[in-house]
């Protein structure tokens, strides 16, 4: 009987131990970075056991929340030194009443209650099978700022439910950062793509040619974060008459006047009204409550999804900038 079970004992830890010394090689084999040939599960693995281990291992983390672990902030400056010069803030908003008179007495331009009680007629791809609201897909291109968390807490929280969602990282330091981050919100309309070519400022747009399922797309620069209710007021707007074949945002410039010399003077060049118009513009005091037609848009761009193509009717001068202004 004793015999039996120092027998059945020392079965009991050899089997513990090939079980401890299996777990040690299934984890080298999951953390190892020579293995080229894993899948995309062994992949989520590691980086799921990477949190796991980084979240066991804080001490000053008050909770088991991964976002506490990957998610971080910044705080968005946009502060602007105010102008003191009476005269240059007489330039300034004397050039921005005459737009705005201009604009009103030619097209109109409504408040934002006056745009909500406009009527919708565009009718949305997704009534086709008994569905009234619209399908947005946004897309957030992210490089190096520390704003990702934010702005998906921001979209995925709208009172118009978004119908999917692009992070792109081009070219990117962080893009295993950015990755991990996608992984964690564990929600099915959030895809990642990237890329270790840069595809800069066009590749967005270019990504938004797959739009062909939903009604607009939205493309955000990384600093911009948008209100809960940004969406559904811009679908909204749309899918009127009036805007039914607009390109929405939240900054605009009017551009100058150009110059004898095919050139355009500075916007921030002192002394002259004819350098244009940057909106809004807490330099000069300028605040927009009323919808105004500018040249081109600039950060943020809400579109039906149908006119994504016609962005690249015309070969860009570059694709090193400039995209906001070929968009005009």
Not at 6 to 19: D, H, P, Q, T, Y
Not at 30 to 40: C, F, K, T, V
Not at 192 to 220: C, H, M, P, T, W
Not at 260 to 273: M, N, W
Request: charged share 20%; glycine share 4%; net charge neutral.
């Amino acid at each position: 009987m004793a015999l039996d079970l120092v027998l059945r004992i020392r079965k009991s830890v050899g089997l513990i131990a090939v079980l401890t010394i299996l777990q040690i090689a299934f984890f080298l084999y999951i953390m190892s970075p020579n293995i080229h040939q894993i899948g995309d599960r062994s992949l989520k693995y590691r980086r799921d056991l990477l949190r796991l281990l980084a979240i066991n291992s804080s001490s000053s983390s008050s909770s088991n929340d991964p976002a506490n672990v990957l998610c971080e902030y910044e705080q968005l400056l946009f502060e602007q030194n105010k102008s003191s010069d009476p005269t240059i803030l007489g330039l300034k908003r004397g050039l921005f009443n005459e737009i705005m008179l201009f604009q009103q007495q030619t097209r109109g331009c409504e408040s934002l209650d006056e745009l909500l009680s406009l009527p919708i007629t565009k009718p949305y791809k997704t009534s086709l099978h008994g569905d009234d609201h619209p399908k947005v897909m946004v897309i957030l291109n992210h490089f190096k700022r520390k704003t990702l968390c934010a702005q998906l807490d921001a979209l995925l929280n709208q009172t118009l439910s978004i119908h999917n969602l692009w992070v792109l990282s081009f070219g990117s330091a962080k893009e295993e950062s950015f990755r991990d981050i996608v992984n964690m919100y564990n929600d099915s309309r959030i895809s990642f793509v990237s890329s270790s070519f840069n595809f800069k400022f066009y590749g967005r747009f270019q990504i938004a040619l797959q739009g062909n399922e939903v009604d607009f797309v939205y493309i955000l620069d990384d600093d911009m974060i948008p209100g809960r209710k940004m969406v559904q007021i811009l679908a909204h707007i749309a899918s009127t008459e009036k805007y039914r074949n607009s390109v929405l945002g939240s900054i605009g410039r009017i551009l100058p006047f150009q110059q004898k010399d095919g050139t355009f003077p500075s916007y921030r060049k002192i002394g002259l009204k004819e350098t244009g118009i940057y909106l809004p513009d807490p330099m000069y005091d300028i605040v927009i409550d009323k919808m105004v037609q500018v040249d081109f848009l600039s950060s943020s761009w809400f579109l039906p999804a149908d006119l994504v193509k016609t962005i690249f009717i015309e070969t860009p001068f570059t694709f090193l900038t400039g995209e906001d202004l070929h968009l005009r």
